[in-house]
């Protein structure tokens, strides 16, 4: 029987000009059924990235996925694959970890990696090195279990992701 707790992840959104890689740890369960990245209504990174690149809101994956090519944002999670029951990151156990070191080669555009939280950051740290030529930040998670953080202190943070690339 296979194990109803194994996840695996999403290929990358990304292209030659993806000059930001948002790599967030492991879609939840939501996203996975809907093999949408961020797919959880409550999840706020889309209504981040519309505010801080001054677009609509989208309102669907084609739209999402426009936005992202239109801003040279890419996706990716740090975990090819994990086993967790549910969906927050504190139950992440036995990840694999996606090639992200090949995907930065083919990526020479990238110059900034950002964290979408904690759980993404400290798994990337323990299997890869950072590189010189690349800005990495840390931000607070879009996720509905950072509720705490206001819409707007989200965006403050989050708009630095610009600056760099």
């Not at 939501?30 to 989208?58: C, F, Q």
């Not at 299997?127 to 707007?152: D, G, H, V, W």
């Amino acid at each position: 029987m296979a194990d109803e707790h194994f996840k695996t992840s999403f290929a990358p959104i990304a292209d030659a000009d993806t000059s930001i890689l948002v790599l967030g740890s492991l879609p939840g369960d939501r996203s996975l059924a809907m093999a949408e990245y961020y797919g959880h209504p409550a999840n706020r990174l889309w209504k981040v990235l519309a505010g801080i690149t001054g677009n609509d809101v989208p309102l669907n994956y084609s739209e999402k996925k426009a936005l992202l090519a239109k801003t040279n944002i890419g996706l990716w999670d740090v975990a090819h694959t994990a086993t967790r029951k549910g969906s927050l990151d504190t139950a992440i156990l036995n990840e694999v970890p996606n090639q992200l070191d090949q995907f930065i080669e083919q990526h020479p555009a990238l110059k900034v990696v950002a964290f979408n939280g904690a759980k993404s950051e400290a798994m990337f740290n323990r299997y890869f090195k950072r590189r010189e030529e690349i800005t990495y930040i840390s931000l607070p998670s879009t996720s509905p279990a950072n509720a705490k953080m206001r819409l707007p202190d989200l965006c403050a943070v989050w708009e630095q992701i610009l600056l760099y690339r």
